[in-house]
């Protein structure tokens, strides 16, 4: 199994540009997440998802877009780069019968925009 | 919304002695976890707790759910270098969201 993988590793934008960030996992897990780490600071949820077709926000989802058509795949797409979205981005994924259990955080993406 | 602290924000420990570091929530939590980061890598999960006053054990890791649900502890006994990294709590209140503390950066003196 892979577990979690994230593409790209790493990515410079240029402010207003828009792209998306790759997340996919193997273990077939209901919940998955997206976070942002910025130096020395914690992890921040952006958005979760607890099945395919559900979505909802975290606590800061401003300027980020989710979509989760299948079970595996859980793309962050940024709408307009700003350099306030300059973090580490963490994928994670979980099973999520009735609580949130052990999560599985992919390697992450680090995005810089200039 | 839902809170957590972590406390000390840094940890400079001498190799072989032990520590002590804090999660507070500002809400009663149904679970927490513990997460550990290493320099430049992703959260690995250590442990989840979810019975009100839960102690765990992991080698030299002891791990405390507080009786209130609100707080937790991690206590690591004769530090080593392979400790060093940041120690995250995330706890699950109400809801399908984890929130993360800001964690304990450890560093261990040789």
């Known amino acids: 199994n892979a577990g979690v993988t994230q593409t790209p590793k790493f990515q410079v934008l240029k402010t207003g540009q828009s792209m998306t960030l790759q997340c996919a996992q193997d273990?077939?897990?209901?919940?998955m997440s997206w976070y942002r780490q910025d130096p020395g600071m914690g992890l921040r949820l952006i958005h979760y998802s607890v099945g395919a077709g559900i979505t909802d926000q975290g606590e800061v989802p401003n300027g980020y877009n989710v979509s989760r058509s299948t079970t595996e795949d859980f793309p962050l797409r940024l709408l307009s780069a700003a350099p306030s979205q300059t973090s580490v981005y963490f994928c994670a994924s979980g099973a999520s019968p009735r609580g949130i259990y052990e999560q599985y955080f992919g390697p992450g993406t680090r995005l810089t925009v200039t | 919304g839902q809170q957590v602290m972590q406390i000390p924000q840094y940890q400079h420990v001498q190799e072989g002695e032990d520590f002590t570091t804090y999660c507070n929530s500002s809400t009663t939590l149904s679970n927490i976890q513990w997460y550990k980061q290493r320099p430049g890598g992703h959260p690995v999960f250590l442990i989840q707790l979810v019975k009100s006053g839960e102690v765990k054990k992991q080698k030299r890791l002891t791990f405390q759910f507080g009786e209130a649900k609100k707080n937790s502890s991690l206590h690591i006994t004769a530090t080593q270098t392979t400790d060093v990294g940041t120690y995250f709590c995330?706890?699950?209140?109400?809801?399908?969201?984890?929130?993360f503390g800001g964690g304990t950066r450890v560093l261990v003196k040789p």
């Open positions: 273990m077939n897990h209901e919940y």
């Open positions: 995330a706890g699950q209140a109400a809801g399908n969201k984890l929130t």
